[in-house]
């Protein structure tokens, strides 16, 4: 369904603002092919009381279906939570510290469960079944207390900020991934043994402070790692594929305190490009935005992979035992 692209180039379909304000509409049948309904698209149509959704996952923006009947029928209710045809479309009416997403939900709307203020939704543990492919930004937004998810192992997108507050528990993330906005694993305690391989980008800060650390192995066909992006994980080797583009050296790094000068030094892992050094010339090298100048930015431990041998000077490696060890 997704190709790993931006956000706004997943969806073929774009409904926006269709029937907005649009009072006299009753009913809506969205056809099959749609995989995108647009920001406000049937706001305010009060006497929409009926919608036929597609049976797949499509993204729902924000208040797509807001201030219509459809929010004052109980019938599209279950436990305050607002659902159609396997929909999760909002939940504002929820209080409970649990939550299980009802089995056979293909998407939940960006917003669903969003409020400004952190004493509205007081939810801790989130389960989300793995019929669920698709979450929109904000969707847990303002869950300022969750702290414990369990995530479906299919899901393909999720969208920036969908996961508030500021831990996590770890669990392994789907290899069904294709895009991850910002702002959803930035976490303290959250960690997956394994990045999704289908992730082409890890935008900046989107594990910013999480329990990643010593040998990171960086998703086989990243092609964008920005700044930031693991930022005070204690990582110390870094796998780096083929694939990589654009790589922002400044992904990394975080304080180690000595006792003896009473002082901070930050610490950069070491990285193992599985390219050759000719392949690490087509790279754009770059630390928090700025072009890579060892000079400036200090020299970086970088390996080229060599299955065998080299019998000539550089710096390669290769693995033992799946382990990489510099030759």
């Not at 528990?169 to 289908?198: A, M």
């Amino acid at each position: 369904m997704l190709q790993g692209r931006a956000a706004s180039e997943y969806y073929k379909i774009f409904l926006d603002r269709a029937g907005h304000s649009h009072n006299n509409l009753r009913s809506v049948s969205i056809p099959e092919k749609v995989e995108r309904i647009g920001k406000d698209a049937f706001r305010y149509c009060s006497d929409l009381m009926s919608v036929d959704m597609p049976n797949h996952p499509i993204l729902i923006e924000k208040d797509a279906f807001f201030g219509t009947g459809l929010y004052e029928n109980e019938e599209f209710r279950v436990d305050g939570v607002l659902y159609v045809d396997g929909h999760l479309i909002n939940g504002y009416q929820f209080r409970g510290e649990e939550y299980t997403v009802l089995s056979g939900t293909c998407s939940i709307a960006e917003y669903a469960f969003y409020a400004p203020t952190s004493d509205v939704f007081p939810l801790k543990k989130l389960t989300i079944p793995d019929s669920v492919e698709i979450i929109g930004q904000y969707a847990f937004g303002g869950c300022h207390n969750l702290e414990y998810v369990t995530m479906s192992q299919n899901v393909a997108y999720i969208g920036r900020n969908a996961l508030e507050g500021e831990k996590l528990n770890p669990f392994e993330l789907p290899q069904t991934l294709e895009y991850i906005g910002r702002g959803n694993f930035d976490k303290e305690g959250f960690y997956s043994s394994r990045l999704p391989d289908k992730l082409t980008v890890i935008e900046n800060s989107s594990f910013t402070g999480s329990a990643f650390e010593g040998l990171l192995v960086l998703p086989a066909n990243l092609e964008r790692l920005e700044m930031w992006a693991f930022q005070s994980c204690e990582i110390d080797e870094v796998i780096v594929p083929k694939s990589i583009k654009y790589f922002d050296i400044g992904a990394f790094g975080y304080d180690v305190y000595f006792e003896e000068s009473s002082g901070f030094f930050t610490q950069y892992p070491d990285y193992y490009y599985l390219g050759t050094e000719a392949d690490w010339e087509n790279v754009d090298i770059y630390k928090n935005e700025s072009k890579y100048m060892p000079g400036i930015h200090g020299k970086i431990k970088l390996y080229f992979y060599s299955e065998t041998a080299p019998t000539g000077e550089g710096q390669y490696w290769h693995y033992v035992n799946g382990t990489p060890t510099i030759w």
